[in-house]
């Protein structure tokens, strides 16, 4: 099971029988069965056949549309699930509810605890770097997460948690040539930026499909206040996840230098920076590995893929919500 | 009323196998399929292509729809049969003979649709086992049809409620199509989590 990526301009994307199957300057360039698809992304453009549209709307396969250089678009949405009782307890608890604080709380104590657990761990392998500051910091912001009793503070205080860690980010780089000052978006003007920026689109992807699956509007959140065509629910849910599969991903290709500072174009004025078609595919390549790979669920004690935990985490609290558990356990990883 | 407040013959079976599965297929809307299920619609088509005919002095009929306006029941017939005046309900499982009783109940749904279509008594049905092709005689007591009536009203209230049973964890929840959707474990789970701090 996996995603499938479509970097290449003016490919046509048609169907045979059962088969997805991928085709640019009359070559094949891939064909894969659609039993093994979970969600299609298109970087760029490409021709879709009508064929497709209706096989992946049949089969609850989202398809999203992101620039060459991963800036999210829009989406083929696929018919939301009947689950109505989901949905309408996800919109009572919107705005200053309990089950919305709680929510909120555990978003951010998800995102900051796998935030100082990614400092401590660095501060072990080596000598040089020094975190204890920022893990002091983490460590005060996440203790008085229980006694802060609006949205709004909460959310000062998952910034000040990402400001602390961030200013660490750059001493987690070792490798010659790439460097880190300040988290910058819209657009990355330096490499690590377009990196994170780039991870943090496939994965908002891949959450608006798990959230998707469990019945939410993922429009409505709770930490993200709404605004026009932004998904929310899937940026809350998303916030747990940022250290462990971008952060760590990103980091594992500079520090092994699988990415290196001669993969990234500059462009004139804006000082955008992108990956070259070609390091765009490995960095799909590494994003999809990383989706892939196995780790012991804290919670429901089994291996899972980080790709199948998106949607328990989704379940979790959806069963939350629902009043079937009295606690939404964010995936905290020791 | 429309025809769909009616209850379908299938949530029978859906219900007495679990009350929760029974609620996430019909009220929220939930379906997927698992090689058990995709087994049993397989098995289905093929029953259901094949029409009306007679076999030596037997008349069979199959996939016709059944209805009884008493118990607000709908739903379709596989087979049913008729010998020297007595009919009957057949209806068709992959697997063999389940661990649960839960086909006996909608053989009893079936005849009770008969009854109030055909205006005469049904005392047996019979559940056909593909895996086994043995064909499995279900007489319809007294105590199975107030079961039958009982599990009725159940599932009637649940639809016209809408409130959830509760998921509980047993043996049979692996078998079930719904499991990565319900997660019956979590609520134990999750009270005994301990978050690393």
Redesign the interface.
């Known amino acids: 099971m996996g995603t499938v990526y479509i970097t290449q301009d003016d490919c046509f994307i048609g169907k045979t029988d059962e088969r997805l199957n991928i085709r640019a300057n009359k070559q094949k360039l891939l064909d894969v069965p659609l039993i093994n698809i979970e969600g299609v992304v298109i970087m760029g453009r490409a021709t879709v056949s009508p064929a497709v549209v209706t096989e992946l709307l049949n089969r609850h396969i989202p398809l999203s549309f992101l620039t060459t250089t991963g800036r999210y678009l829009g989406r083929l949405e696929p018919e939301l699930t009947k689950n109505i009782f989901v949905r309408k307890a996800q919109w009572q608890a919107a705005g200053e509810t309990e089950k919305s604080l709680h929510l909120v709380r555990g978003f951010i104590r998800g995102k900051l605890k796998n935030y100082r657990t990614a400092l401590l761990r660095k501060q072990r392998e080596r000598t040089d770097g020094n975190f204890q500051t920022a893990t002091d910091r983490l460590k005060q912001i996440l203790s008085s997460l229980t006694s802060t009793a609006t949205i709004d503070s909460l959310r000062g205080l998952e910034g000040a948690g990402s400001a602390a860690y961030f200013q660490c980010f750059d001493a987690l780089i070792r490798s010659e040539g790439f460097r880190f000052e300040a988290r910058r978006r819209r657009p990355p003007t330096d490499p690590v930026n377009a990196l994170l920026s780039l991870g943090y689109s496939l994965l908002s992807h891949d959450i608006q499909s798990a959230v998707n699956i469990v019945g939410f509007d993922p429009y409505l959140g709770y930490l993200h206040v709404e605004r026009y065509g932004r998904p929310s629910l899937a940026l809350d849910l998303m916030e747990e996840f940022r250290p462990i599969v971008v952060d760590a991903m990103v980091l594992n290709a500079i520090n092994n230098r699988i990415i290196t500072p001669a993969d990234f174009t500059t462009e004139p004025i804006s000082n955008a920076v992108s990956l070259t078609p070609e390091a765009l595919r490995t960095f799909l390549r590494l994003y999809e590995q990383k989706k892939q790979s196995n780790f012991t669920h804290p919670v429901m004690g089994k291996k899972c893929t980080y790709q199948e935990s998106f949607e328990i985490q989704g379940r979790l609290m959806a069963k939350y919500l629902m009043e079937e558990i009295e606690q939404y356990p964010p995936l905290v990883l020791k | 009323m429309n025809n769909s407040d009616y209850i379908t013959i299938a949530a029978l079976n859906q219900y007495s196998y679990c009350p929760h599965r029974c609620w996430r297929m019909f ?4 379906f997927r399929d698992n090689h058990y299920t995709l087994d049993g619609t397989n098995l289905h088509e093929r029953v259901h292509t094949l029409g009306e005919g007679n076999r030596e002095e037997m008349w069979q009929v199959r996939a016709i729809w059944l209805k009884s306006e008493q118990y607000q029941l709908i739903g379709k017939a596989d087979l049913i049969e008729s010998v020297e005046g007595e009919v009957y309900p057949i209806e068709y499982k992959r697997g063999k003979k389940g661990e649960w009783d839960n086909d006996e109940l909608q053989v009893c749904a079936q005849a009770l649709c008969l009854e109030e279509m055909m205006g005469k008594t049904i005392e047996r049905g019979y559940v056909y086992y593909a895996q086994t092709r043995r064909r499995q005689a279900v007489e319809i007591t007294e105590e199975l049809r107030q079961e039958a009536i009982a599990t009725l009203e159940a599932i009637s209230n649940l639809l016209q409620t ?1 409130t ?1 049973p ?2 509980i964890y047993t043996k049979r929840c692996r078998g079930c199509s719904l499991f ?2 319900c ?1 019956p ?3 134990d ?3 005994r ?1 301990q ?3």
């Open positions: 009220c929220a809307g939930e809408g959830m509760p998921p990565h959707q997660l474990q979590a609520a789970k999750v009270k989590y978050e690393a701090s």
